[in-house]
């Protein structure tokens, strides 16, 4: 069974700093990973896709196949930032078109 | 607003009892999503329908049910609720069938407080 991994609930930094939000994935084909991102008092929106390389308000995450990772990093933090994340895993097989698995979310907080 | 609309926002009732939520998706979208949050789980799968059938079904209860109509709404029944179920419920919208890249457009949520 899939399943996506974020191991910190909550991450402090200060503006300014690197930031890395982790995330780890099992998935037994060709992974398809995606970052969303909800800040205070908007929707659940998506920040970025692996298949897109791209870097979206700083942020840029790379596909990490042998250890199965998708961190999220920005190298210049700022308070904007501060948002709950959650990494998520599309789902390719059978029926389900699009459904995505979502790991716990991590509380990014950026303190000026 | 051509969103994902979801009603009612926030919802108190008592354990034992019954509701419903409802879900509008996008213009155009065909598959509807709908999402668990609680604070210890993150977010949930529960149910997907595309076009008016049942795709996928994720970790919901048999307490709780959830159909898709022909004008594409959808509409998720919880039973017999009980303390736990409190949580926020999402839905989101995608195109559906193969135009579907990943992205999933999510409505602002449904509070439910069980009493």
């Known amino acids: 069974a899939q399943r996506v991994t974020q191991p910190e609930k909550l991450l402090s930094v200060f503006k300014g700093a690197p930031v890395e939000l982790k995330c780890n994935y099992s998935?037994?084909?060709?992974?398809?990973l995606f970052w969303y991102v909800q800040y205070s008092r908007q929707r659940l929106q998506l920040l970025l896709r692996?298949?897109s390389r791209e870097s979206i308000k700083g942020f840029t995450a790379d596909l990490n196949k042998g250890e199965t990772s998708f961190h999220l990093k920005k190298p210049f933090a700022q308070e904007e930032d501060s948002a709950m994340y959650y990494c998520?895993?599309?789902?390719?097989?059978?029926?389900?078109?699009?459904?995505?698995?979502f790991g716990q979310g991590t509380i990014l907080t950026v303190h000026p | 607003d051509s969103g994902v609309t979801q009603t009612p926002k926030h919802l108190i009732t008592a354990t034992g009892q019954r509701v419903t939520l409802r879900c509008s998706p996008r213009?155009?979208?065909?598959?509807v999503y709908w999402y668990q949050q609680s604070l210890d789980q993150g977010l949930q799968f529960l149910i997907q329908?595309?076009?008016?059938?049942?795709?996928a079904k994720g970790n919901i209860l048999e307490r709780f049910s959830a159909q898709q109509f022909p004008d594409l709404h959808s509409e998720l029944n919880l039973s017999s609720l009980e303390l736990g179920d409190s949580a926020l419920y999402f839905c989101?919208?995608?195109?559906?069938?193969?135009?579907?890249?990943?992205?999933?457009?999510f409505g602002e949520g449904s509070r439910l407080t069980v009493l």
């Open positions: 989101a919208s995608s195109p559906g069938g193969r135009r579907t890249f990943g992205e999933l457009f």
């Open positions: 998935y037994s084909g060709s992974p398809e």
């Open positions: 692996h298949i």
């Open positions: 998520a895993l599309k789902d390719a097989g059978g029926t389900s078109y699009g459904k995505l698995t």
């Open positions: 213009s155009g979208d065909l598959s």
């Open positions: 329908y595309y076009n008016g059938e049942e795709r």
